[in-house]
T-cell receptor, first 117, second 109 residues
Framework: DAGVIQSPRHEVTEMGQEVTLRCKPISGHNSLFWYRQTMMRGLELLIYFNNNVPIDDSGMPEDRFSAKMPNASFSTLKIQPSEPRDSAVYFC???????????????FGDGTRLSIL | DAKTTQPNSMESNEEEPVHLPCNHSTISGTDYIHWYRQLPSQGPEYVIHGLTSNVNNRMASLAIAEDRKSSTLILHRATLRDAAVYYCILRVYGQNFVFGPGTRLSVLP
């Protein structure tokens, strides 16, 4: 079975450019999560979708960040304009049931390593 | 607020058992205990979870204290591939995961 697929694996771009990260969740999973990992702050939840609808975006750092899930098999996380402090590894995860109130494990992709120069 | 306390790092010898402790003194009756691990350059990977009773699966065992204020992840025979950061997480009802800094496990050949 294919796991969570993220692209690109690595992205290097200059400050001010738009960055789009992509995620394909595991087929049949109806919850999707975007996380960011840095040395200073560890692994942080940015936003969570259930059935393609954003449920909790309280972790999104600021308006430069936006996330969409146009269908059950695809999600994007966009940063516009990007800044050097956005450099991190961004993970997407999916879960077979709603993420809140139950205990289905989350399945993570291998992440996108983003470097903003 | 991660709600769990783990040692920053631990070492183990290859092919020996490893006991990774976790304290969660503020746990409530509906909170599940989850363990994930993260290998270098990979995303976190689910290991095991439980509520009150001890749990076993192909990867590990989870021993939960009777008062549920602590738990131990047991790797029965550590291999070099088990070197990773291990996260103990309380799954609070109605809330999402909060990852703490975890325990970095080194396995010595």
């Amino acid at each position: 079975d294919a796991g969570v697929i993220q692209s690109p694996r690595h992205e290097v771009t200059e400050m001010g450019q738009e960055v789009t990260l992509r995620c394909k969740p595991i087929s049949g999973h109806n919850s999707l999560f975007w996380y960011r990992q840095t040395m200073m702050r560890g692994l942080e939840l940015l936003i969570y979708f259930n059935n393609n609808v954003p449920i909790d975006d309280s972790g999104m750092p600021e308006d430069r960040f936006s996330a969409k899930m146009p269908n059950a098999s695809f999600s994007t996380l966009k940063i516009q304009p990007s800044e050097p402090r956005d450099s991190a590894v961004y993970f997407c995860a999916s879960s077979p049931n709603p993420g809140q109130g139950n205990n289905q494990p989350q399945h993570f992709g291998d992440g996108t390593r983003l470097s903003i120069l | 607020d991660a709600k769990t306390t783990q040692p920053n790092s631990m070492e183990s010898n290859e092919e020996e058992p490893v006991h990774l402790p976790c304290n969660h003194s503020t746990i409530s009756g509906t909170d599940y205990i989850h363990w994930y691990r993260q290998l270098p350059s990979q995303g976190p990977e689910y290991v095991i979870h439980g509520l009150t009773s001890n749990v076993n699966n192909r990867m590990a065992s989870l021993a939960i204290a009777e008062d549920r204020k602590s738990s131990t992840l047991i790797l029965h025979r550590a291999t070099l591939r088990d070197a990773a950061v291990y996260y103990c997480i309380l799954r609070v009802y109605g809330q999402n995961f909060v990852f703490g800094p975890g325990t970095r496990l080194s396995v010595l050949p």
